[in-house]
């Protein structure tokens, strides 16, 4: 993936030169669309009657391309960011490569702790729910958003808070 975003922003100041890019902006364009998307692979691979071990393994290679990519969307669109107020440099190297590893630290770990935990919220406050099923899906849904909004407008407003 990291390669792959790599190759795509090369590319772009090769060949599409006249848009007049950064390195930093082929790098975001690359880290959209480099991510690879298996629903195709995974459809042809059932049809054929190929071993489920095989399409769980694509599905999984595909999740953790998508997480890689929202990784480096997140940190390279600071990067352009910084760059179009004009801070991009001001801050020396190491203290930018440590806010990256943080920020990183964050997303791969952060993320996933905080989807467990509301999982395991989500799964008590359904345990009292018996044979009702409007109520279980409905419950389903709003934890769904709840969790989404929680840690992206909550959690990822402290982020700016230091």
């Given at each position: 993936?990291?390669?792959?975003?790599f190759?795509?922003?090369?590319?772009?100041?090769?060949?599409?030169?006249?848009?007049?890019?950064?390195?930093q902006?082929?790098?975001l364009?690359?880290?959209i669309?480099?991510?690879?998307?298996?629903?195709?692979v995974?459809a042809?691979?059932?049809?054929?009657?190929?071993s489920?071990?095989?399409?769980?393994s694509?599905?999984?290679?595909?999740?953790l391309?998508?997480?890689?990519?929202?990784l480096l969307?997140?940190?390279?669109?600071?990067?352009?960011?910084?760059?179009?107020?004009?801070?991009?440099?001001?801050?020396?190297w190491?203290?930018?490569?440590?806010?990256?590893?943080?920020?990183?630290?964050?997303?791969?770990?952060g993320?996933?702790?905080?989807g467990?935990?509301?999982?395991?919220?989500?799964i008590f406050?359904l345990?009292?729910?018996?044979n009702?099923?409007?109520?279980?899906?409905?419950a389903?849904?709003?934890?769904?958003?709840?969790?989404?909004?929680?840690?992206?407008?909550v959690l990822?407003?402290?982020?700016?808070?230091?």
């Amino acid at each position: 993936m990291i390669f792959c975003t790599f190759f795509v922003s090369v590319t772009c100041l090769f060949f599409f030169s006249k848009y007049d890019w950064t390195f930093q902006q082929g790098n975001l364009f690359g880290s959209i669309i480099s991510a690879t998307d298996p629903v195709a692979v995974v459809a042809i691979l059932r049809e054929l009657g190929a071993s489920e071990i095989l399409s769980v393994s694509i599905e999984g290679e595909s999740l953790l391309n998508d997480g890689v990519a929202i990784l480096l969307y997140e940190i390279f669109v600071e990067f352009v960011e910084d760059a179009a107020v004009g801070h991009h440099g001001s801050i020396p190297w190491y203290k930018e490569m440590g806010a990256i590893s943080w920020k990183a630290c964050r997303i791969a770990i952060g993320g996933p702790a905080f989807g467990w935990a509301m999982a395991k919220i989500t799964i008590f406050l359904l345990s009292y729910v018996y044979n009702d099923a409007p109520v279980e899906i409905s419950a389903t849904i709003v934890a769904a958003y709840l969790t989404y909004y929680l840690g992206e407008n909550v959690l990822g407003e402290l982020n700016y808070l230091q």
